[in-house]
RNA sequence: GCGCAGGUAGCUCAGCGGUAGAGCGACUGGUUUACACCCAGUUGGUCGGCGGUUCAAUCCCGUCCCUGCGCACCA
């Protein structure tokens, strides 16, 4: 054995420590010729641009759990980890590094060198968050760790957009796209989210009608600086109001154009004024009834959202905000601002950029999604389990309504398409407003490798969207494309399951499936299991930017990995939020200290019996710990089997704390005493060994460094193993000691545990919770001689006697217990009216209880129609409370 | 607007037809030879509102009110 331990536990030195010896062991390699049953999970790979957050410590100490319990099992296992290049992320980081150090942009250096810089910033920072996930314990199979940008995941990406281009499901046209003033790209729908706008305003303008005296007709708007856009007016074709006009033209006020009045079934007569501006250009429902009605497209915005020289001279250049206000300001002095009211309403933010989106036509690269059916399917029978199952619903409303996803991206940093163009007709097919394969024929090339011909050719400069990598992260991460299967993929795939947030549901987990179908021919996963959202005190989502996220590293610092861990999961419940509270993490610490401290005290009883398995005659106390103990690993077991880690977290938390330490442990001190049987102690230390033994082995996914700690203090190993990769047994550690002598045990502790927690409520009744001085005299039911002295030491009395028929003196404390009537006699400290009090304090509980039951047993309702067993449950209750009642009265009259 | 969660002790959450539970907090008392990151005890609940089903409802049904999430949005 070690050295004596000392007080505190000091984890940070013992967890590195630990952490380093797992790796150069090589604990964590997932061996794809490995005999064991193949466990695998893919990590969701953070970005590479990113720093921990308490998200992430959620989302990979659960899976870190999951992986440790199953190496437990004997089973192999692979957790794959990597990262995400994460295009507008991490090119914006570098942009901005540039920007401010030398002052550049990106167009300054030139694509090469940019990239070069890219790939520079993420060897110095990309490997920030994997040291974390190592420092936080997380058991990856770091040998495999996967990049999105490594050479094969590369070629992998080229090759499925050249089969589904193939295939016909990908093609490029110019379409309405989520633009991105501040990325300066295009965007998926799944990227913008939608805010309210509070402080909107409505904008009511007249436009004049041409060729007509003063005739006017009015309009309301949002965006009044898109009006310089706009190339018709329109109405609902029902609307009698307007129905004159159809046909005629309106005059845009600035720049001064004439525009037609048309009717479509779009406008809705009930908003506003029942007349739409329409600008094709800028809003995704005017471009449809542009396309219905031919009407001309004028984009008067540059990609920055500043507004072009079409928008006119007294706009050109500016913001779009500030030309809303312009162009309102602009027709008050033309007179042909009517009002402006506020209104509320949504508009679409970029996920990243945090700026409102803009709807532009520009020409960009989409795909059908493949496999939709089978994915469908597979999330609808349960083939891939869903946790919590309402997610499924949401997924299938998201795949009944699945659009075209836009996977270009006007960046430099990421996957660049694999589409040439003959150098000759570049232009003409770059400015094709549709194109697929079948309409662009031999001029353009699209293949994994570039042409070999390459200057002949131009490459399409775009990028794919970060996303379209990561669907493939299952399989590409355990082969390359050129290879059929590996030993991995066919050892590891499908994975076993995916645990990842429900805001990435369509950005990944729906894809990863359709993927997984496509390529794979099966599904990716057969469980998804969705992690709460980790949000603060008060309920809001934590961010950078509120800083009401603390760094988890720090929490390890001054915690430890495994307080950080535990704290967190004790409270992780599934299906719904957690609210963080760094008290969380302090309970995880004094977790972690408690389980210290019992096992520094086993160490100070003496040699610890390292291989001993069950307990030779054991006392009943040591019957029912070990008993429950069996319990504990039977409800830890169908607690993991519904992935329910609360649960988990607290079962172990209430077994060791309450239990072992308050429980067994207190009722055990008796046995270390110097005049003490000598085989009694022997016996009560093997109940120690076992269960420590036993319990190291169930805690160990939640708290691996500690438990490995102790394991390793106590030798509970052979040399040169660990724990964690120990098999748990799944035999009892009762040996075999009979159901019956188990059950009367346990009866037995159970009785005598209430009489205790009855005569420590009588002491701090009278204000004697500390003194050791009581006497108790028991009036017992039945045998009570084994229980005495036990019973004496943890209520913490100097004396217990037991008396048959013992009368006491009138006002004697008494507590009525299954073992007995158990009196407190206090010399000279009698206080009757204090008792009287405190008795008809429970008399009055009692009796409400005895009504209750009362009323029940005399409705003939009840006694018709109740099954029996109830009915025979509640007679027994009457029986019990008005028993107890006449005790009580009987008590009270004894006072006088 | 549609859909999905959730509303239980001061806080965080279990329970989901038959006596309302845990942890933390608060309060009281404690150096009992592992642990004050500790021990013992106490307090604390019209189980969101209203109806209904049932002998019995926190639990099932309806409805309404709040909170969060997803989807669609009228410019």
Redo the contacts with the bound molecule.
């Keep these: 054995m070690a050295d004596e331990a000392s007080?505190?536990y000091t984890p940070g030195e013992v967890e590195t420590k630990w952490y380093d010896r797992w790796v150069e062991a090589n604990c964590f390699r997932g061996d794809e010729k490995g005999d064991g049953e193949a466990y695998s999970i893919v990590i969701p790979p953070p970005n590479v641009t990113g720093i921990l957050h308490l998200g992430h410590v959620l989302n990979n100490t659960i899976q870190d759990i999951l992986a440790r319990r199953a190496r437990m099992q004997g089973k192999e296992v692979l957790w794959l980890p990597g990262t995400d290049h994460a295009g507008i992320a991490t090119q914006s980081k570098v942009e901005q590094k540039l920007r401010k150090e030398d002052k550049i942009t990106r167009h300054d250096l030139g694509r090469e060198k940019f990239l070069e810089k890219v790939w520079e910033w993420k060897e110095e920072h990309g490997g920030i968050i994997i040291q974390q996930l190592k420092r936080l314990g997380c058991s990856c199979d770091w040998s495999r760790e996967r990049f999105t940008m490594d050479e094969d995941y590369y070629k992998w990406i080229s090759k499925i957009f050249v089969d589904l281009y193939e295939e016909g499901l990908i093609y490029r046209g110019k379409r309405m796209v989520n633009w991105c003033p501040k990325s300066l790209t295009a965007l998926s729908?799944?990227e913008v989210i939608?805010k309210?706008q509070k402080k909107s305003k409505l904008y009511y303008m007249r436009y004049r009608i041409a060729g007509e005296d003063d005739r006017w007709v009015e309009i309301?708007?949002?965006?009044p600086e898109t009006l310089m856009g706009d190339t018709a007016i329109a109405v609902n074709p029902k609307d009698e109001r307007y129905a004159d006009l159809v046909g005629k033209k309106a005059i845009r006020p600035f720049p001064e154009a004439e525009i037609p009045v048309i009717a479509d079934d779009?406008?809705?007569p009930?908003?506003?004024t029942?007349v739409?501006?329409v600008t094709p250009a800028h809003d995704k429902?005017d471009f449809e009834i542009g396309q219905k009605n031919d009407l001309e497209i004028i984009d008067v915005f540059n990609p920055d959202g500043t507004l072009n020289e079409l928008a006119g001279p007294d706009f050109e250049g500016m913001d779009r905000f500030k030309a809303r206000e312009a162009a309102a300001e602009k027709l008050d002095e033309m007179g042909q601002l009517v009002k402006v009211e506020d209104y509320e309403?949504?508009v679409g933010y970029s996920e990243r950029a945090d700026v409102p989106i803009e709807p532009r036509i520009s020409m960009q690269w989409f795909m059908k999604y493949p496999c939709t059916d089978e994915a469908k399917a597979a999330v609808a029978n349960d083939e891939i389990a869903f946790r919590p199952v309402?997610h499924k619903?949401?997924f299938a409303?998201?795949m009944d309504?699945i659009q075209d996803w836009c996977i270009s991206r006007q960046l430099w940093w990421g996957h660049q398409i694999p589409v040439w163009y003959k150098k000759d007709k570049a232009e003409e097919l770059q400015a094709m407003e549709s194109l697929s394969a079948d309409i662009a024929g031999d001029d353009i090339y699209v293949a994994v490798e570039p042409p070999s011909d390459e200057s002949e050719w131009v490459r399409d400069e775009d990028v794919l969207d970060t996303w379209f990598s990561s669907w493939l992260w299952p399989f590409a991460t355990m082969r390359s494309c050129e290879e059929d299967s590996t030993d991995t993929l066919a050892k590891f795939y499908p994975t076993a399951d995916l645990v990842t947030g429900?805001?990435i549901l369509?950005f990944w987990v729906a894809r990863m499936i359709m993927a997984g179908y496509r390529w794979q021919g099966e599904l990716p996963f057969k469980n998804v299991y969705f992690t709460s959202i980790v949000r603060d005190k008060k309920?809001d989502?934590m961010s950078k930017s509120k800083g009401n996220s603390p760094d988890p590293l720090d929490l390890i610092a001054d915690y430890g990995a495994d307080a950080l861990r535990f704290g967190l999961l004790r409270?992780a419940?599934s299906?719904?939020?957690?609210?963080y509270d760094e008290?969380q993490v302090k309970?995880g610490?004094?977790f972690a200290?408690?389980l210290w401290?019992?096992a520094?005290?086993r160490e100070?009883q003496g040699e610890v019996t390292s291989d001993v398995t069950t307990v030779e005659n054991p006392s009943i106390f040591a019957i029912d710990i070990l008993a429950k103990l069996d319990q504990l690993q039977k409800d830890l077991e169908e607690s993991y089997g519904e992935y329910k880690f609360?649960e988990v977290a607290q079962r172990l938390y209430?077994f060791f704390?309450?239990n072992y330490?308050?429980w067994f442990?207190?009722s055990a001190?008796g046995d270390f005493?110097d005049d003490a049987d000598p085989a009694a102690k022997a016996a009560t230390c093997a109940t120690m060994d076992v269960v420590l033994r036993r319990y190291l082995m169930l805690l160990h996914p939640y708290m691996p460094h500690l438990t490995e700690e102790l394991w390793d203090r106590f030798s509970f190993g052979e040399e040169g193993t660990f724990l964690m990769n120990t098999a748990i047994p799944t035999d009892s550690v009762l040996g075999d000691i009979s159901a019956t002598d188990v059950e009367a045990a346990q009866t037995q502790v159970a009785a005598i545990y209430e009489a205790v927690?009855r005569a420590?409520?009588l002491k701090?009744t009278y204000?004697l919770?500390?003194s050791?001085d009581i006497t108790f005299i028991i009036d017992p039911e039945g045998d009570v001689e084994s229980a005495l002295e036990v019973f004496g030491k943890l209520a913490?009395a100097k004396e217990v006697k037991v008396e048959a028929g013992y009368t006491a003196e009138k006002g004697v404390p008494v507590a009525i217990c299954s073992i007995g009537k158990v009196y407190m006699p206090l010399d000279g400290l009698i206080d009757v009216d204090a008792e009287r009090e405190r008795l008809g304090k429970e008399l009055g509980k009692a009796e409400k209880?005895l009504e209750k039951v009362e009323a029940k047993l005399s409705?003939d309702?009840?006694v018709n129609?109740?099954?029996e067993k109830?009915i025979g449950?509640m007679r027994e209750?009457k029986e019990h409370w008005a028993g107890r009642v006449d005790e009580l009265k009987g008590m009270i009259d004894g006072l006088g």
């Design positions: 007080k505190a729908d799944e939608m309210p309301a708007t949002t965006r779009h406008i809705d009930e908003f506003g029942g739409l501006k429902n309403n949504a309402h619903k949401t409303n998201w309504g429900p805001d369509f309920g989502k409270i419940p299906g719904t939020d957690v609210k008290n309970e610490r004094n200290t408690k401290n019992a520094r005290y100070m609360n209430d704390w309450s330490c308050d442990l207190e001190k005493a927690g420590r409520n701090a204000q919770g500390a050791k913490g209880e409705n309702k009840f129609n109740a099954p109830v449950e209750r």
